[in-house]
């Protein structure tokens, strides 16, 4: 494997109590590269796409955080190497203390049990020829959960606390004959009937319709509040990180370019590109007006090829010649707990 230069950037310090639920940390990602190997023609090296590209942060016990971003910046296989489906290339994924990399069967196991996971998409994601029962019956038995007696509470419960009630109207029904938002609400129950301490949601309310995202991000609300879980919730829009997070994580190009807690960002965006996000979002809200006011010019950079020094400067209108196109910027401290890897800030 061809050598990786480490990331430039520091992990940020321990945030205050304010913003994290406990000091205990459940979730480090420590200059975290994954890359994938391109062959031509399925014969001979073709380079690599830096999907990842040094990624560190911590996640606290409690805590809910964002991680947003366009299309192809690197946030579903970051999602993807924090569940345990990539193979960190360089660095680690440190969860309750363990190496999910160097865990054996036994512990990919234990691993598993401890970590939810909502899609994307709840009508894929759901097997058609499951009812709700056995859907949410099927972790609980490879958890080795046998008792039926336990395993039906546990389904239940699970179903009362995404508001799939009453339960019996819900049991025996296929992924086909429920809405949108139902299914989702399967999607959430499943994710967390093994009583995990982590959930990762991968844009959970992309595919509903518009009238169901806010009861579906005030479900996962409740949920972490109740239940004292740590959530990564990866996401496109803005918008909707407000109802839940602490914190924001904006990934451009396999690089995480600013990190605050949500009000400061939302208040008082540092980095170009962030900026730029904000002026694109709409609020998931249906009672407000669907608005889109600018969006970052050009595309995004092939993660073959990424730019020399920063990898927004070829899109970015503060550009400074010189400096941005060469040196890859350093994390800045501006207060507040807010982080901008940005040469405007030096």
Request: proline content about 6%; aromatic content about 8%; overall charge negative.
């Amino acid at each position: 494997m061809a050598n990786i230069k480490k990331a430039a950037h520091n992990k940020e310090p321990l945030m205050s109590n304010e913003f994290a639920e406990s000091s205990e940390i459940i979730l480090s990602v420590n200059d975290l590269h994954v890359w994938f190997e391109l062959r031509r023609f399925g014969f001979g090296h073709a380079g690599y796409v830096r999907a990842v590209d040094g990624v560190n942060f911590d996640l606290h016990r409690g805590e809910a955080i964002a991680i947003v971003g366009e299309s192809g910046c690197g946030k579903s296989s970051l999602m993807k190497t924090i569940l345990g489906l990539n193979h960190p290339t360089q660095g680690q994924v440190i969860f309750n203390g363990q190496d999910i990399s160097k865990l054996d069967a036994k512990g990919q196991s234990w691993f598993h049990s401890k970590v939810g996971y909502v899609q994307q998409d709840p009508y894929g994601a759901l097997p058609p020829f499951m009812d709700v029962e056995h859907i949410l019956s099927e972790p609980l038995l490879v958890g080795g959960i046998k008792d039926k007696e336990e395993r039906m509470a546990r389904i239940r419960k699970s179903m009362e606390d995404v508001k799939l009630a009453p339960v019996e109207d819900f049991l025996h029904k296929f992924p086909h004959m429920l809405s949108g938002g139902q299914q989702q609400r399967v999607v959430i129950a499943r994710a967390m009937i093994m009583q995990p301490k982590l959930i990762v949601a991968d844009e959970p309310v992309s595919m509903l319709d518009a009238s169901v995202r806010v009861e579906i991000l005030k479900l996962l609300s409740g949920l972490q509040q109740s239940y004292d879980l740590s959530v990564i919730y990866i996401t496109h829009d803005l918008s909707t990180v407000s109802y839940f997070s602490k914190r924001i994580f904006v990934m451009y190009a396999g690089q995480v370019v600013e990190k605050a807690p949500v009000r400061e960002l939302l208040d008082h965006p540092l980095h170009p590109y962030t900026g730029a996000l904000l002026e694109g979002t709409s609020d998931p809200d249906a009672n407000n007006a669907l608005t889109f006011k600018h969006v970052p010019p050009g595309e995004p950079p092939s993660l073959v090829t990424p730019p020399t020094g920063c990898r927004y400067h070829p899109r970015c209108e503060k550009m400074m010649a010189g400096l941005c196109d060469i040196e890859v910027p350093l994390e800045f401290e501006r207060g507040n707990n807010h982080l901008v890897s940005c040469w405007l800030y030096k």
